[in-house]
Every structure is written in C-alpha cells, then in structure tokens.
C-alpha cells in the first residue's frame, strides 16, 4: 500500500477533534495532557502549549466526551473548540499595504528631510 493510500484510509476512519484545554502553564502540563489522550485507545493526539489547544485524530465510535473526561482525569479541563471559536481568537491580517509604507517609511522615507 502506498504512502498516500495509507493515509487516505486512516483519515476515513477517525475523525478530527479540537480541544481548548484549560489550567496548562507549562510544557510539562501539555505534555501531560497529550500524553493522557494518547492513552486512550484509537486516539493520536498533539497539544500545543501557546494555543493551549489539544489536535485529536480519533476513531468514528471515541466521543468528545470521552477525550475530555481523559482531560480532567489529568488535572485540567477540555472543551470541544467551535469551528466560530476559531475565527474569533485568530488576529486580523495586517494589510500589505500598511506594512509596504512602513518599511518603505524605515529604509527610504525618513532620508528626504
């Protein structure tokens, strides 16, 4: 079996799961967490500390109630991340522009006068 066909046959059997977990502080708190989520059964999961995010590819039958009670077994709490959740807490691209006028502004501008 190729690589490609490998991964298209695992993707059709899990699903993907995003958790924002509270009470982390630390690398050793995420590594804690992602390690408790990988525990269960069907479960491959990476929690990044700076989003304080849990990214968990799960078997169809593994619920979100199930990855968070794992969670909270660990000390912290999870809660399924909302595709709109997303949006809100992403920040606004800066506009090209702006950015062009201020490097233009650094490296030429100021020398006129």
């Known amino acids: 079996m190729t690589e490609v066909a490998a991964h298209s046959e695992q993707t059709s059997r899990t699903k993907r799961i995003r958790l ?4 982390m502080s630390c690398g050793a ?18 929690v ?4 304080k995010i849990a990214t968990v590819d799960a078997r169809h039958d593994i619920t979100v ?15 399924e991340r909302t595709a709109g959740h997303d949006d809100q807490s992403a920040p606004a691209p800066k506009s090209p522009s702006i950015v062009a006028r201020a490097i233009r502004w650094v490296t030429v501008g100021h020398m006129g006068g």
């Open 20 to 23: 924002d977990v509270t009470g």
């Open 65 to 79: 109630a199930e990855l968070c009670d794992a969670v909270e077994r660990a000390g912290y709490h999870a809660e």
């Open 48 to 51: 990044d500390i700076s989003t």
């Open 29 to 46: 708190c995420s590594r804690r967490v992602e390690n408790t989520l990988n525990k269960v059964d069907g479960v491959q999961a990476t």
